[in-house]
């Protein structure tokens, strides 16, 4: 059994090397490009812009609730509300041709 099992196993070792050494390689995906691909999608972008804009106004509403009540100081309030203005500007821009 041992004699056999080393026999086939030098045959099967060299031909594994050769075509290892000799055949092409896959092309990789690129699954970053595929994700962004379909995030650009017409009806996915839509939904998204249109979440990202209401998330924003109810955020900038809580955020100015939270500067009234006291839990977050004025400078902080006033960041964070830049940050959301910043986001609704890029939900709520023109498509540029």
């Known amino acids: 059994m041992n004699a056999s099992y080393e026999k086939n196993?030098?045959?099967?070792?060299?031909?594994?090397i050769f075509e290892a050494c000799f055949t092409e390689a896959a092309p990789r995906e690129n699954h970053l490009q595929k994700l962004l691909?379909?995030?650009s999608a017409?009806?996915?972008?839509?939904v998204l812009r249109v979440a990202g804009t209401a998330l924003s106004l109810i955020?900038?509403?809580?955020?100015?609730?939270?500067?009234e009540k006291g839990t977050v100081s004025?400078?902080?309030g006033l960041c964070i509300?830049?940050?959301?203005?910043?986001?609704e500007y890029?939900?709520?821009r023109?498509?540029?041709a």
């Open 37 to 39: 691909s379909r995030i």
């Open 59 to 67: 955020g900038f509403v809580g955020v100015i609730g939270a500067i």
């Open 74 to 76: 004025l400078l902080s």
């Open 81 to 87: 509300g830049a940050l959301l203005i910043g986001v």
């Open 9 to 16: 196993g030098r045959f099967n070792s060299n031909t594994r």
């Open 90 to 92: 890029l939900c709520l």
């Open 94 to 96: 023109g498509r540029r």
């Open 42 to 46: 017409l009806p996915l972008a839509r």
